[in-house]
């Protein structure tokens, strides 16, 4: 695989596709650059989307440093960080992500499905309709009703309608469905410029299958078919860690996981102390993965309104120089089966079996000696049921998928199963987790039909809806 400069590729990309709106009333035949392509190839747009979605639509700071902060996985101990742990988020926080998901990511993917129908390539075709799908779910996850089917015009409509949530919804749906008949076309050619799965489309195939199963199990609250039609999905999702769909860094500048680099130039985060101290408790094998060490064994959280350098930082399975950033895993597809079978009332061996599947996953993921740990977890897994059992699978889900903006999800649908407890200091805007981002300030500012959102930290998206009295 080759070695990529994400800012530059995106940078490129970016001003390369914006070339078109100039000629209409410049004379394009001046100074022209004959290194400059007057046209940019499929196989240059999808590795720029891939990095622009594993630096910031997928594995971004603005989106899973916040989302890890409010999970607390992670404590804000100064600046920017630390209001966040207070629960202030502000329109200008998150702008780079809203302006980089529409422009760097949904606009060429939009293009390239674009040159794909042109050039009649189911592959390509369905490869951007699956990053699509995953970068309007994670967009529409967090801010909830966003511009799209007016949107992508350029300077044809710079105002935008937002669309509802629940016709977002309807798209990524329709997207994957899409993806899955053009990935399963006979004799489908592997595509070029795929730094991810190399190109292969039963590979992307399975993604498909597997995202299609996580956005339709996001619906649960609303549809009670959600977690039989989730279910009959995963046995075509991905079926190992080996085909687990990620974008890969390098331990080189400027291409290193952006957690790698955030805590290099800023570094205003900790582990926090429920994270550590649930690890710790379960004497679970990954936090030597996860956390880094305080001295030579000791690993320490701060707590609320703790500051405390003496305390472990993310560690290497999040937080290394070339870390992955994962988009969609074989381990969250086992614990969709799991919840699936425990919701649809399969018989307790199999759904106890099935989260023994995903932790184990979990484990050979991060390569944990684990040999001594998984006979006496199992044999605590074996007397469970009912209602632990189902907080066991969202415990070990919440575990496993660290510092992933998915948990996030999983947190508002199941109404906190988990029981995670809110900041409870003065110093907090509300003493009540966030379930929403504000709009981004560049939106409010420019598009007049940006909809206003009173209170909105705490507002539910669509497929949040409020459980009957609270």
């Known amino acids: 695989m080759k070695k990529i400069n994400i800012k530059l590729i ?41 990095a622009n979605m ?10 899973c440093r916040v989302t890890s902060i409010w999970m607390q996985y992670f404590q804000g101990v100064a600046r920017q960080s630390q209001a966040t742990t207070n629960y202030y988020l502000l329109e200008s926080d998150i702008n780079n992500l809203w302006v980089t998901n529409y422009t760097n990511t949904m606009m060429n993917l939009q293009t390239l499905i674009s040159k794909a129908n042109t050039a009649g390539d189911p592959t390509y075709r369905g490869v951007a309709e699956v990053l699509l ?46 993806a899955i008949v053009q990935l399963s076309t006979p004799g489908a050619p ?17 993604a498909a299958y597997s995202l299609k199963a996580r956005y339709i199990l996001h619906k649960s609250k609303l549809d009670p078919n959600a977690w039989t039609d989730a279910l009959a999905l995963v046995s075509n999702g991905i079926n190992s860690n080996a085909n687990d769909l990620q974008f890969s860094f390098f331990d080189a500048a400027g291409q ?11 570094g205003d985060i900790s582990m926090a102390k429920v994270f550590i101290d649930t690890l710790k408790k379960r004497f679970d094998p990954r936090l030597p993965m996860f956390a880094t060490a305080v001295g030579d064994t000791a690993y320490l959280g701060n ?12 560690g290497s399975a999040v937080a290394g120089a ?51 740990w998984l006979p006496m977890y199992t044999q605590y897994i074996n007397v469970s049921s009912g209602a632990p059992l189902f907080k066991e699978i969202m415990t070990q889900k919440w575990i496993s998928m660290y510092n992933q903006a998915e948990v996030f999800v ?29 709009q981004a300030q560049s939106e409010v500012n420019y598009n007049p039909n940006t909809p206003p959102l009173p209170n909105s930290l705490w507002s539910r998206v669509w497929w949040d809806a409020a459980a009957p009295g609270k």
Request: net charge negative; with cysteine.
């Open 410 to 438: 999983d947190w508002r649908r199941t109404d906190n199963v988990i029981g995670l407890q809110a900041n409870p200091l003065t110093s907090a805007q509300e003493n009540v987790i966030p379930r929403h981002y504000p």
């Open 322 to 372: 070339a870390s992955p950033v994962p988009f969609i895993t074989y381990v969250e597809t086992l614990f969709i089966k799991a919840e699936c079978l425990y919701k649809t009332n399969a018989p307790v061996e199999q759904v106890r079996a099935a989260l023994i599947d995903a932790v184990t996953a979990s484990l050979e993921k991060w390569n944990t000696n684990y040999t001594a």
């Open 303 to 314: 707590g609320w309104g703790e500051v405390s350098a003496e305390v472990s930082m993310p």
């Open 10 to 50: 995106g940078l490129v990309l970016l001003m390369v596709l914006a070339l078109g709106s100039c000629k209409n009333w410049i004379d394009t035949n001046l100074n022209k650059n004959p290194e400059l392509p007057a046209d940019v190839p499929m196989s240059s747009i999808l590795t720029g989307v891939q």
């Open 54 to 63: 594993g630096y910031n639509t997928i594995g971004g700071n603005d989106l």
């Open 190 to 206: 592997a595509v070029g410029g795929d730094v991810m799965y190399g190109g292969d489309p039963s590979l992307w195939l399975q």
């Open 133 to 178: 799908a995953n970068s309007l779910g994670v967009t529409t996850d967090v801010w909830g009703d966003l511009p799209y089917s007016e949107a992508f015009q350029g300077m044809g409509n710079l105002n935008p309608h937002f669309d509802a949530q629940k016709d977002i919804y309807v798209v990524i749906l329709n997207l994957l469905d899409d």
């Open 256 to 266: 290193q996981n952006p957690l790698y680099q955030f805590m290099q130039q800023r």
